[in-house]
């Protein structure tokens, strides 16, 4: 006992752990309350808050079952569940606040459930698989796009007959515009999903189609959105150099040359096949111009691959619009047409940031992604717009490490562990299980002296990946609008599809739809079964009968 009470009084007075070690002093229990705000202090806060949460939830008792005008996908490309809690926290200290009471636009749709994400093949999936899961409605392999389970990754000779169509396909077949709008690449697996066939995902030009791809005839993700998408009305995101032949310059990077071997130049194809107006886009200013209401059709492409991440949009010499600026863009357009629209808004480099180990390029735009969602709600009547919010995947991302309250998301963690940490070296409270943020030295790095603030900081990893894998538990789904409620508990990936298709009535959700979506009678609480027309008509004809 006489050794554990030492360790005990040890841990209690001795400042060794993070950031107070160097100041000779830490961080008190006393200290850290000091930090709440002080009307959280108050029992009454609390209650009241449940109180009004209480009767936002009695009042989704009222199930809206419109038929969905417009439908709006959000995907947070890798946006598990511990990236949208840091995110949330650091969007509130951003606006001056501790950050764990922030409300996110995401947190205020008031449906939510979870989503299974594993694909055929994998516990732990791609984004090629999950996009075409909630999509088309099926699932299927790791790196296939817009094609079922019988298609072999990367074998062209598995891929005919077994396309399969997106929401996207369906809308514009029912008349509806249609839109992508994505930081990422407009050929990159989760937005080509919503326009693309391909055995694999690697195929964004024909300058990477194998041989054997060549021969069976399969074609290249970016010639697939020119030759066969033509009624997508919006598509913004980056990827130029997949739509320029090899002998044409970028127009941004004169020493950066298009990717295609065939000579087309898909871009000036895609103007000139259009039947309305065709605008081109590469800048913020050409964006900034663009009159809504005189364009029919907008392609942007912002820079030769993937988009900025959005602390670094500052460095673009040429200017690119945020994800909130091409969001309320493409709405503008799409809205004009009075059956209805289908768009698909992707934070595509929250990903990018994560496979980096650099939570803050991840999170700041996690932020620039909950900004966007909120932009579609101010523009859009909730009454027949239908708002869906959801991850494809997660990422090996950690929070933990008892932060204090307010305690800057990013900082060194403030908490006193004593002896408990073993090695005595500070730690961050956000980590990655692997990826590039580890040591190979043999010891963990000391981060004393580093600002782990900085955006090309790596946090540490456990496991030494060039490149961090992503995460295989459950992603979050927030919706609101039109049969938002049918999202709930714990559902396949494929049923997001499903819910979409029937709430819009579109693919075999079409005909007969608004009879549906009628609630079954109900006699003293038991649903009983009721007739339409057509039967009660058969059934007072067989009673004559017998009569």
């Not at 609390?46 to 936002?56: I, P, Y």
């Not at 969007?91 to 950050?99: A, E, F, I, M, Y």
């Not at 009547?381 to 309250?405: C, E, K, W």
């Not at 039109?482 to 009535?505: D, S, T, W």
Request: proline share 4%; with cysteine; charged share 20%.
């Amino acid at each position: 006992m006489g050794l554990y009470r030492f360790l005990l009084v040890a841990t209690t007075i001795l400042p060794t752990t993070m950031e107070q070690a160097l100041s000779g002093r830490q961080t008190t229990f006393s200290e850290a309350q000091g930090r709440t705000p002080h009307q959280e202090l108050d029992p009454a806060f609390w209650n009241d808050m449940a109180h009004r949460d209480l009767d936002r939830a009695i009042q989704l008792q009222k199930l809206n079952l419109n038929m969905a005008k417009n439908v709006v996908l959000f995907v947070g490309d890798g946006m598990g569940l511990t990236t949208v809690t840091t995110g949330r926290i650091l969007k509130g200290q951003l606006q001056g606040q501790p950050g764990e009471e922030t409300v996110l636009a995401m947190d205020s749709l008031p449906h939510v459930g979870l989503v299974k994400t594993y694909s055929l093949d994998y516990q732990v999936p791609d984004s090629a698989g999950t996009a075409t899961a909630f999509l088309s409605g099926v699932k299927a392999a790791r790196g296939t796009i817009g094609v079922n389970g019988r298609v072999q990754h990367g074998v062209c000779a598995t891929q005919k007959g077994n396309e399969v169509n997106s929401i996207l396909v369906l809308a514009n077949q029912a008349g509806k515009s249609s839109g992508v709008v994505s930081t990422s690449s407009l050929t990159d697996a989760t937005v080509a999903s919503t326009y693309a066939h391909s055995a694999s995902r690697y195929w964004d030009t024909d300058a990477n189609l194998p041989w054997e791809a060549i021969y069976k005839g399969c074609k290249d993700i970016a010639a697939q959105l020119v030759d066969n998408a033509p009624d997508i009305e919006v598509l913004l995101a980056g990827g130029r150099q997949n739509f320029l032949p090899r002998s044409v310059a970028d127009m941004e990077y004169p020493n950066k040359f298009g990717t295609r071997r065939d000579g087309r130049n898909l871009v000036e194809e895609w103007i000139t096949t259009k039947p309305g107006t065709a605008r081109f886009v590469w800048n913020l200013d050409e964006f900034n111009a663009i009159d809504s209401n005189r364009t029919d059709y907008l392609l942007g492409l912002f820079e030769p691959h993937h988009m900025k991440f959005s602390v670094d949009r500052d460095l673009d010499g040429a200017g690119e619009p945020t994800l909130s600026d091409m969001t309320q863009k493409a709405i503008q357009i799409l809205q004009k047409n009075s059956n209805g629209f289908f768009l698909l808004v992707e934070g595509g480099r929250i990903d990018h940031g994560h496979h980096a180990n650099q939570a803050v390029r991840a999170l700041h735009d996690t932020v620039a992604f909950d900004d966007a969602i909120q932009v579609a709600k101010d523009m859009l009547d909730m009454q027949d717009s239908l708002v869906i919010v959801t991850a494809d995947h997660s990422h090996t991302f950690n929070f933990g490490g008892y932060p204090s309250r307010g305690h800057p998301i990013f900082r060194k963690t403030d908490y006193n562990f004593g002896f408990e940490l073993l090695d005595r070296k500070p730690m961050t409270s956000l980590l990655y299980g692997n990826g590039p943020g580890y040591s190979l030295s043999g010891t963990r790095q000391d981060i004393t002296n580093v600002n782990t603030g900085r955006k090309d900081y790596k946090q540490q990893s456990a496991v030494p990946l060039a490149h961090e894998t992503h995460g295989g538990e459950d992603v979050p789904i927030f919706a609101g609008g039109p049969m938002a409620h049918l999202f709930h508990g714990v559902r396949e990936q494929n049923y997001i599809a499903h819910v979409m298709k029937y709430a819009a009535c579109l693919g075999e959700y079409r005909e007969n739809c608004h009879s549906l979506r009628k609630p079954r009678a109900t006699r003293g609480g038991v649903a009983v079964r009721s007739w339409d027309f057509q039967t009660t008509i058969a059934v007072l004809i067989l009673v004559v009968a017998i009569m």
